[in-house]
Nanobody
Framework: QVQLVESGGGLVQAGASLRLSCVAS????????MGWFRQAPGKEREFVGT????????YYADSVKGRFTISRDNAKNTLYLQMNSLKPEDTAVYYC????????????????WGQGTQVTVSS
């Protein structure tokens, strides 16, 4: 089992950057694929991107490709989401998740979740 805690959200203007972090407890962080998902008010939680357990591969939603970068530091049990060129439509609560399949974009397939961190992008 793994517990996840996100941080780094905030209120920024369009075009700005933010870096989200997700710290995992437990000794098995490096065995999990990790993902970032987001949920805007009134909408279903959606895929943002995922990264393999080793960090050797990452996958992104088309809406964030080229602007967002996922990385991880297994020595620090930490997952990151670097968000550049933010847009108002990126406004959402961002969640990190741990699972077994980095290719799975359906949020219900992911086993462990953090509490989320709010990102608000003003125009």
């Amino acid at each position: 089992q793994v517990q996840l805690v996100e941080s780094g959200g905030g209120l920024v203007q369009a075009g700005a950057s933010l870096r989200l972090s997700c710290v995992a407890s437990g000794r098995t962080f490096s065995s999990y694929a990790m993902g970032w998902f987001r949920q805007a008010p009134g909408k279903e939680r959606e895929f943002v991107g995922t990264i393999t357990a080793s960090g050797g591969g990452a996958y992104y939603a088309d809406s964030v490709k080229g602007r967002f970068t996922i990385s991880r530091d297994n020595a620090k049990n930490t997952l990151y989401l670097q968000m550049n060129s933010l847009k108002p439509e990126d406004t959402a609560v961002y969640y990190c998740a741990a699972g077994t399949n980095p290719n799975n974009r359906w949020y219900r397939a992911w086993a462990y979740w953090g509490q989320g961190t709010q990102v608000t992008v003003s125009s």
